[in-house]
């Protein structure tokens, strides 16, 4: 496994690629934890090489205090990478991917205008910023995104299609905690105390999967604020349930597409989100 910080060395490095050889790209913010590693084993598994790269981004933060507290580790990042077969560790610096500033403005129609794109103003202008020129630098033939980050993956899939590039995007599952809590890098930011409350978030997911057939649309979506709610450390800042493709809210249960329950909480400060598959 090789550490590289600029453009002109990764490239260097990928150009002693074969033309039989297969690239496969993770894109992280670091603070790495086994959700990430799942992404890295399925490139390996997949590609002939990976890259994974380590990049706290600051254009999709809409916070600054969020930008600042983001955990930055790399050096334990690549001793988790260590063991993993991937070959090439991308750590680029900010002056590095924006010698200039990026003016580019996406346009993601109604994908963005719901949940993290609601709440979280520009923050897929500047994913989208920072995954397509990512992708100009690797120029993979597979890149991984979790599940976890349902809406990014759309807002991926849809960049991808309008930019008509020719990288697979191959989504993944999401990794828990024993707890059920889903892996995050910003749950290394909770206390002890705060991570044993904030397991409510995805037990309230896993119940309200089995409460779909009990409930409508408007009495789940209720139950699910109420319960996350009185939990005194946490606070929803939204929860909907919405089809898996344009990520609108659905009304009913009759609507014929896969449905799926997406929620932000603020555990203390810090801002957590999960999802499910409800069918
Ligand atoms: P991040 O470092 O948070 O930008 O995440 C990098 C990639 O890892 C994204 O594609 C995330 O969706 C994915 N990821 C983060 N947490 C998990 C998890 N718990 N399970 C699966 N994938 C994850």
Redesign the pocket.
Known sequence: MILVKTIDELQHELSKLGANDSLGF???????????L??VEQSVANNTHTVVSVFVNPTQFNDPKDLERYPRTLENDLKLLEPSACNIVFAPSAGEVYPEPDLRKFNFGKLEEVMEGAHRPGHFNGVAQVVSKLFAMVNPDKA??????FQ??AIIKNMVKQLQLRVEIVP?????EESGL????RNELLTAEQRENAKIISETLFKAKELMGQKSVEELVKWVLETINKNPFLNVEYFEIVDDEQLQAIKSWDEKNTKVACVAAFCGKIRLIDNIVLN
Do not use: E, N, W
């Open positions: 993770v894109p992280t913010m670091g603070a790495l934890h086994r959700g990430h799942s992404l991984y995104f979790g599940l976890k980050d990014q993956l993944c599952a999401i990794i828990r889903a892996m995050s890098s």
